[in-house]
């Protein structure tokens, strides 16, 4: 073929080794946790090693019955244990310190995954060690936005595979968080007019993982004062489509009116789906909350924390702005706390209260009485019949 070279498998691998040395392909323990999280998310296992102890672990969310007769096969004639989170087990009445092991020994796929998800479970449960690297593979599985429920097994006597199955250290895991966010940048960035007559800056930041959070960038920006600016995590049905579950949609907007009055600031658009959860799981999550769970209940059912969200994303996209102190848009004092022990200046916080509606006064309820939200001056609308808080609430006035 014109144009072609060939290359010996001598000197491929010699050219293998000159790309790692110069950085091409990252480092390889920060590659093999990219290609774990794939391999999640495509619902194939891999293995995790911690010392000299490794365990093949396959996630349940979306496990069929096919798989997990494969996956049997390959950890046979060890029997795969099912891992939960601590708040998993506490939500099964379980005296849960950490991770913990199920017996799952006969069961098919959907008696599994309702052990890992439904709101009730009325069966017997006997537990069992989860293991070292249990942690670490919850881990992977946040990361992957799957349920943080495994199967677990001993790999030491597992068949081989072809393709071979992705090996991950479990100390790469834990660091990977960080990891992503350090290699934050710029991708590319564009002005965009917005309905209301407001024209935006749309700065899209992506990391090594691919992950895409943007910030929107309104008015202009004087950095020697303190820089209006609203957290928000993505929402794709409250932002898009208006639902009435929630307060996202009402919020966002509202930022942006406020930000016009402050006379310019900044939104940082956070792929935080859920609280962190992402989509799928924050739609588990209402399923349980149609159940009768409040959204906090709802979260610890499926294993997850009241809020998985962590701003490490936000901090380096605000330092990459070169944006040192701010005025928060929140009613979420914790927002507050995280911007402040990463080391940015919080000089103030503009409350954003949007409508209540019979929808989402349950929703709200619970962060106000329950997750610290600032929402006091709301407390008696919620308190009102249904109907009566279909009206908007008087909203404060930014200072």
């Not at 499926?302 to 070169?322: K, N, P, S, T």
């Not at 005025?327 to 949007?354: C, F």
Request: glycine share 10%; charged share 25%; net charge neutral.
């Amino acid at each position: 073929m014109r144009g072609a070279v060939s290359i010996s498998k001598n000197q491929g691998d010699l050219v293998s080794r000159d790309i790692g040395r110069a950085g091409l392909l990252g480092k390889p323990e920060h590659v093999a946790v990219e290609r774990g999280i794939a391999e999640f998310r495509s619902g194939r296992p891999t293995v995790i090693t911690w010392g000299g102890v490794a365990a093949l672990a396959l996630p349940v969310d979306g496990m069929t019955d096919t798989r997990l007769a494969a996956f049997r096969r390959l950890s046979a004639p060890v029997e795969p244990h099912l891992v939960i989170t601590e708040r998993r087990a506490q939500a099964l009445g379980l005296p849960g310190t950490g991770p913990t092991g199920l017996v799952v020994a006969g069961d098919d796929a959907a008696a599994i995954v309702a052990l890992a998800a439904d709101a009730r479970v009325e069966r017997g449960l006997e537990v069992v060690q989860p293991g070292p690297v249990a942690g670490a593979a919850i881990e992977l599985a946040k990361l992957a936005q799957r349920m943080p429920a495994l199967l677990v097994a001993d790999a030491a006597k597992a068949e081989p595979c072809d393709p071979p199955l992705m090996t991950v250290a479990a100390d790469a895991i834990t660091r990977f968080r960080q990891t992503a966010i350090e290699s934050l940048a710029v991708a590319a960035e564009a002005v965009v007019p917005i309905n209301g007559g407001v024209s935006a800056r749309f700065v899209i930041f992506r990391d090594a993982n691919g992950g895409s959070s943007v910030a929107v960038i309104v008015g202009s920006l004087d950095l020697r004062e303190p820089v209006p600016l609203r957290l928000h995590s993505a929402c794709l049905t409250g932002d898009v489509f208006g639902s009435r579950r929630c307060d996202c949609g009402d919020q966002l907007r509202l930022a942006l009116r406020r930000l016009e009055e402050q006379g310019g600031g900044v939104i940082l658009y956070l792929e935080q789906e859920g609280r962190g959860l992402g989509l799928a799981n924050k739609m588990r999550a209402y399923q349980l909350q149609d159940a009768g769970l409040d959204t906090i209940d709802a979260n610890s059912a499926l294993g997850f924390d009241d809020d998985e969200r962590d701003y490490g994303v936000a901090v380096r996209m605000l330092q990459i702005l070169g944006v040192k102190r701010v005025k928060l848009l929140t009613n979420n004092p914790a927002k507050l706390d995280g911007l402040i022990q990463a080391g940015i200046e919080v000089s103030g916080r503009i409350p954003l209260h949007g409508p209540v509606n019979a929808d989402n006064r349950r929703y709200l309820t619970a962060k106000a009485t329950r997750a610290g939200h600032k929402l006091d001056h709301l407390l008696a609308a919620l308190a009102e019949p249904a109907d009566a808080a279909e009206a908007p609430v008087a909203t404060e006035r930014a200072p």
